[in-house]
């Protein structure tokens, strides 16, 4: 069946026709006004208002403005789509530096037992966080000293992002656990895939990062699951201070202090095995 007559309920001529398979072979889906200009050769005001029609006829669902997402053939008379919400993500942030992180990261590496509601995006500079089609994008900020332990995820057949790596995922679960569901959350992520984390690099990233809080947590979870040989876990101890962290920021300070690792247990050790259960 031919692009044409497939568009045949949904198309405003050959010139739309050309957008949307140009936008196909270039595999650009989620799109833009620059993206509608280039291709088109139209100007300023005609660009919007012969996109304004796209969407009114469904070839096209507007994300925000400026952006939009061509809707799939094969939905027929559905006029408005949202697509994979990690791709829209990497369109949100304009072709600047990002990556999925927290909840959102632990969706993509396999990390969680339930499905994530909100999206998280870290990026080195303030952003606003927004709601496209009732789902959430929230922008965490990043020190750029800070950005490493990055890697490229696929989510669909053509489409791939950016998103923390396995090991860094963990460490910003332990550093905000409020954007993956709190602490407890944090600690199943390590548990599902401690067979697979990289104890060396956990380590390098967390001295790298600086943050006792986080050396803390890391050198207790790893030590309470098994992740990886104990010399990895004694580099962490020497770089303890004498300073109390809680194990959950989230929650009250109190609980039993564990001289070990210079953590107030405001989550008792019960609740951390328990998700071994989970």
């Not at 696929?154 to 993956?180: I, M, N």
């Amino acid at each position: 069946m031919s692009t044409k007559y497939k568009l045949k309920e949904k198309t405003l001529g050959s010139r739309a026709a050309h957008l949307v398979a140009t936008l196909h072979e270039r595999g650009r889906l989620v799109f833009t006004l620059t993206d509608v200009a280039n291709i088109t050769g139209l100007k300023d005001a005609s660009v919007r208002s012969f996109v304004h029609k796209l969407v009114a006829r469904g070839v096209a669902t507007r994300l925000r403005s400026g952006l939009f997402i061509l809707v799939p053939f094969e939905l027929g008379h559905e006029r408005e789509y949202f697509g994979n919400p990690y791709v829209v993500a990497r369109e949100l942030v304009g072709g600047k530096k990002y990556y999925l992180s927290h909840g959102s990261a632990m969706d993509l590496h396999g990390m969680v037992t339930q499905p994530r509601l909100v999206v998280y995006v870290t990026v080195p500079a303030q952003m606003r966080g927004c709601k496209v089609l009732g789902t959430e994008f929230r922008f965490v900020r990043c020190k750029s000293s800070q950005f490493f332990g990055t890697t490229e995820l696929w989510v669909d057949k053509r489409e791939k992002v950016v998103a923390s790596d396995l090991e860094r995922t963990v460490l910003d679960g332990l550093k905000q656990p409020e954007h993956c569901g709190g602490l407890t959350e944090a600690a199943k992520g390590v548990w599902i895939r401690r067979a697979d984390l990289n104890a060396k690099r956990l380590v390098d990233y967390a001295l790298r990062l600086g943050i006792g809080a986080v050396i803390r947590r890391l050198g207790y979870l790893m030590e309470t699951y098994g992740v990886g040989p104990g010399e990895e876990v004694e580099r962490l101890r020497k770089h303890l201070t004498a300073t109390y962290s809680p194990l959950d920021p989230l929650l009250p300070r109190e609980g039993k202090f564990m001289a070990r690792w210079r953590l107030r247990l405001n989550v008792s050790p019960e609740e951390i095995q328990a998700v071994t259960r989970t």
